[in-house]
Nanobody
Framework: QVQLVESGGGLVQAGGSLRLSCAAT????????MAWYRQAPGKQRELVAA???????NYADSVKGRFTIYRDNVRNTVYLQMNSLKPEDTAVYYC???????????????WGQGTQVTVSS
């Protein structure tokens, strides 16, 4: 199985920056796309940023120009650099990976436990 371990959340003032990390550990044969989602209280989980195995990126309109997703393939880690944070960015951020734990197993979606990001005004 693949485990996703997130870190880097916290409390920051509006206009500040944070960097989230998500390390994929365990039995990993192949990691395809990795992404960050977020869920604010009372709202549905939404895609923030995604990164394919071919390094194509996709961002929610609300974070374009402020957030950057990138990965370290050697460490099987994906990062989300968040700049110019706004109070509306406050949410629990979840790491997501499309991966295979064995060559003979199908691709599967994995989730991290979530990390809280709070932006104060």
């Amino acid at each position: 199985q693949v485990q996703l371990v997130e870190s880097g959340g916290g409390l920051v003032q509006a206009g500040g920056s944070l960097r989230l990390s998500c390390a994929a550990t365990g039995s990993i044969f192949q990691i395809n796309a990795m992404a960050w989602y977020r869920q604010a209280p009372g709202k549905q989980r939404e895609l923030v940023a995604a990164l394919t195995s071919g390094d194509s990126t996709n961002y929610a309109d609300s974070v374009k120009g402020r957030f950057t997703i990138y990965r370290d393939n050697v460490r099987n880690t994906v990062y989300l650099q968040m700049n110019s944070l706004k109070p509306e960015d406050t949410a629990v951020y979840y790491c997501n990976a499309d991966a295979r734990s064995r060559s003979y197993l199908p691709r599967k979606e994995y989730w991290g436990q979530g990390t809280q990001v709070t932006v104060s005004s």
